[in-house]
């Protein structure tokens, strides 16, 4: 497992307010830019994660302009793709709570959700991770999801860029951790 790490101010005490926005699967190549809403949305956030199928890197320097970012590689991303942003995955220590940011979750994760049993989700997920985070934000299905399950938030953020593989606007996320608690929404671009 890789180390908790989170830069700037997204590593504060348990009692401060984190603020962090959420995106995956923009499927951005250098002649497209990212939706405007995104900088609209993503104001006054401490850190921004992005969930893989980055593509170019381009639209990290993008979302830097905004605040830090992270990025999980995705199954799109070139292995060429070099940044010191990106990794396989990323696990955080942040405002007291514990995240996982992948691109893809272990199989079956996500029919689980969905269909259930729930009981079975520890189970799945310690395939690939040694340990249980409170928060797992992942992408790769391009549709968007909040939901809690066995005392875990997981959350997609959908694509912003290619909801249900479809070319139009689509859905970021907001998540936001106070006091050791974590609350996402999605939100509708338009």
């Known amino acids: 497992m890789a180390g908790l790490n989170a830069p700037g101010p997204a ?3 348990s009692t401060g307010a984190v ?16 939706p405007g809403q995104i900088e609209q949305v993503f104001k006054n956030v401490d850190l921004i994660l992005h969930a893989g199928d980055i593509v ?16 999980a590689r995705g199954d799109d991303d070139p292995r060429r793709l070099t940044d010191d942003r990106i990794k396989e ?13 992948k691109h893809r979750m272990p199989f079956g994760v996500v029919q ?9 989700l520890t189970e799945l997920i ?21 939901m809690k399950s ?18 139009r606007l689509g859905t970021v996320a907001l ?13 509708q671009l338009d």
Do not use: C
Request: a negative charge; hydrophobic letters at 40%.
């Open 11 to 13: 590593n504060r005490a």
């Open 150 to 167: 066995q005392g875990i938030l997981f959350i997609n953020p959908g694509s912003p860029t290619l909801p249900d593989y479809q070319t």
């Open 89 to 101: 995955e990323h696990f955080l220590a942040v405002g007291g709570l514990t995240l996982w940011l």
């Open 112 to 120: 689980t959700l969905r269909h259930g049993p729930q009981s079975r």
């Open 19 to 34: 603020r962090i926005g959420l995106l995956s699967d923009t499927h951005i190549r250098r002649d497209n830019i990212l």
């Open 126 to 146: 310690m395939r690939e991770s040694s340990s249980i985070s409170d928060i797992i934000v992942f992408g790769d299905t391009h549709m968007a999801m909040a």
């Open 175 to 187: 998540l936001s951790i106070h006091s050791g608690e974590a609350e996402a929404h999605i939100v």
């Open 56 to 71: 170019d890197p381009e639209v990290l320097d993008e979302l830097e302009k905004i605040a830090p970012v992270l990025a």
